[in-house]
């Protein structure tokens, strides 16, 4: 797992890392500047006319490490250092010595500003080592002017650790470097997976630059990227000796006169998923329409009001080890009334879609149940949930999603690019696989019974909930590398391609 920081995080690792353990600033600066040129290297052509943009902090010290090797290694290499000379204090004017003393010169932006203008758009690289991780609020001059003649230039650009411009932990952005790609470092930074940030970040490569993870732990919150390695790590093996009962009985409880196949979606992904035995639930109005579509789920009809569920249950010889409820329910009082009788049921329980329309009436029961609970929200519903707006919400994820799940006791998935998933603890584990083939009717109730499904197999339920997220992320970035485009995917494409990416993860 890629631990995630904030940009307060980020200044006590490196105070830890100086004042405890007794790597000095200077040694973590060329550390890091040798790393940045190694994965720079792989990347820029030999024939590439570089710049590398320095400004007055750590950011631009480590573009002074990275200009000097660019530089020994033969590259053409034109170095602008903004800020005055007399400005670079620290580190950074450690590095900015040694670079002198290494017979390599630098040109002052102050007083070359037009001939900076002039040759900004003739780069086919530009480095921004301008401002890292301090920027708060608005950029001022010179830098905003630097960013708009990087943003107009042809050149490729490379942001190291956060793109110039950007808050780190996330928020709205004035004037930013849009990046190519950012090479951040160490450890990903909060805004990297909020927006309106990420769009400026391109593609992001973590450059590990030696910090001890003892530093990192010791002051950073639990919050990774969940990552490839850990599903496999934690996947359950699937044992030779079973049958469908060692896998979980799971009823799915959805479906409505106007939405009769988001159960259906639910059920079958449950059962590609893993799931022993599934039911499911729906209005008895359309039980017909239902029960023939996923013929390997059983399926059961309850009381019907206007197409919906009337509001009461048929319990009789039903077994469930896990319940998944709200695809396709409707929002009608029958609607709630089921709902807040079966949060009552001490089985796990996945919350999804309009079941989680009717949260305030139910929240207390939640609160106090045994069993593990999991939501999952789009930026919508949470905003219902939380009474705020969606955009106060989508600034604000980690912070919005963390306060839930611990006030609750609840496993909050909120979903969006960048799933984030966090446990009762606090702890939080990002998504990073999916694309915008899943922006579609019926994405959401794939989700669900695949988290049901992980739910009756995994020991721990973080693990399935993460596992489960990554799985229905990758399976429609499985489908746009095989065949479809972002647009043409069907919730029900998604579920046909759990089988590949299953098999390539057990």
């Known amino acids: 797992m890629i631990p995630i920081v904030t940009a307060d995080e980020m200044y006590a690792i490196d105070r830890e890392v100086t004042e405890r353990i007794g790597i000095s600033a200077d040694s973590l ?35 002074f490490v990275v200009a000097r090797m660019l530089k020994s290694y033969g590259y053409e290499t034109d170095v602008w250092l903004v800020p005055p000379k007399e400005k670079v204090k620290g580190a950074a004017r450690t590095a900015l010595e040694v670079y002198e003393r290494s017979g390599y010169s630098w040109i002052p932006y102050e007083g070359n500003e037009r001939e900076f203008a002039m040759r900004a758009p003739h780069y086919d690289v530009i480095i921004d080592a301008l401002l890292g991780i301090g920027v708060k609020g608005e950029v001022r001059s010179p830098y905003q002017e630097i960013i708009e003649q990087v943003n107009r230039s042809r050149a490729v650009v490379y942001a ?94 959805g479906g409505s006169q106007a939405m009769a196949g988001a159960v259906t979606l639910a059920a079958k992904a ?73 949060v009552r049921r001490p089985v796990p329980l996945v919350l999804d879609a309009d079941a989680l329309f009717f949260w305030d009436d139910y929240a207390e029961q939640v609160r106090v149940r045994s069993a593990p609970t999991v939501i999952t929200p789009h930026p919508g519903e949470m905003a219902r949930i939380v009474h705020r707006s969606i955009r106060e919400v989508e600034h604000d994820r ?53 988290v049901a499904a992980f739910l009756l197999q995994h020991e721990a339920v973080q693990p399935a909930v993460s596992n489960a997220v990554f799985v229905h992320g990758k399976a429609a970035d499985w489908l746009v590398q095989h065949g479809h485009s972002p647009w043409d995917v069907l919730a029900s494409d998604v579920v046909d391609a759990l089988p590949a990416v299953l098999a390539s993860l057990t």
């Not at 060329?30 to 750590?58: C, D, H, M, W, Y």
């Not at 793109?163 to 780190?168: D, E, I, K, Q, R």
């Not at 997976?193 to 391109?202: K, Q």
């Open 160 to 253: 190291i650790d956060v793109p110039s411009g950007v808050p780190a932990d996330g928020g709205d952005v004035a004037a930013a470097v849009r990046a190519d790609m950012t090479l951040t470092i160490q450890c990903p930074k909060l805004g990297a997976y909020t927006f309106p940030v990420v769009d400026y970040y391109g593609e992001m490569v973590v450059v590990d630059i030696g910090i001890p993870p003892l530093a990192v732990k010791a002051n950073a919150d639990h919050r990774f990227v969940w990552e490839r390695s850990d599903v496999i790590r934690t996947m359950p093996k699937r044992k030779r000796f079973s049958h469908k009962g060692t896998y979980g009985k799971l009823l799915v409880v």
């Open 270 to 342: 449950a059962l590609r998923s893993g799931a022993g035995l599934v039911t499911m639930a729906v209005p008895e109005t359309v039980y017909e329409a239902v029960a023939n579509r996923v013929p390997e789920a059983m399926c059961r009809p309850w009381p019907a009001d206007d197409g919906a569920f009337a509001g009461a249950t048929d319990w009789d010889g039903l077994d469930v080890d896990a319940l998944a409820v709200g695809p396709g329910m409707g929002r009608t009082e029958g609607v709630r009334r089921l709902v807040s009788e079966l």
């Open 398 to 450: 980690f912070g919005v999603s963390k306060r839930l799940a611990m006030e609750y006791g609840v496993y909050v998935v909120l979903k969006g690019p960048y799933t984030i998933v966090t446990g009762p603890d606090g702890s939080q584990y990002v998504n990073t696989t999916g694309n915008p083939a899943l922006a579609k009717g019926g994405s959401g109730d794939v989700l669900t019974g695949i």
């Open 29 to 63: 600066m060329e550390n890091a500047g040798q790393a940045l040129f190694s994965a720079l290297k792989e990347r820029i052509p030999r024939a590439a006319n570089v710049a590398v943009l320095a400004g007055t902090g750590n950011n631009g010290g480590d573009g």
